[in-house]
């Protein structure tokens, strides 16, 4: 069992990350993860993101879940919002494709307009 100074460690790690989550006005990246999201892939789409932003050491960088986003034809689906610019749907997302996204558009500023919503249609 843990002591109360253990619980309280992990107690006070925690609240700090929900605080930088609270407060953070960084680029986000947020996957579907309704049911469609997760029975279409979406959790191992969740988890390169999650990868790479982590090999990357990318503070200002939040990987995030919502629910349904209306297209599920399309999922899995990443949107990534970086401030100040529109947010960019990528859809039928796979995990390989992870790498390339943060390295180009979350890093970079440059979309990969291939994978985006608008090639899709």
Do not use: W
């Not at 180009?104 to 307009?113: E, F, L, Q, S």
């Amino acid at each position: 069992m843990k002591s109360i100074a253990d619980l309280e460690a992990i107690r006070q790690k925690t609240l700090s990350k929900v605080n930088l989550r609270r407060e953070h006005e960084g680029v986000r990246i947020v996957v579907g993860m309704a049911t469609c999201g997760i029975a279409a892939g979406a959790r191992p789409v969740m988890n390169a993101f999650i990868d790479e932003v982590g090999k990357r050491n990318l503070l200002n960088v939040v990987v995030a879940q919502t629910g349904c986003i209306g297209m599920c034809r399309y999922e899995p689906i990443v949107e990534v919002m970086r401030p100040g610019e529109e947010k960019v749907t990528y859809v039928n997302v796979k995990p390989e494709m992870a790498a390339r996204i943060v390295a180009d558009h979350v890093v970079n500023g440059k979309p990969v307009v291939e994978y985006t919503i608008s090639e899709a249609e």
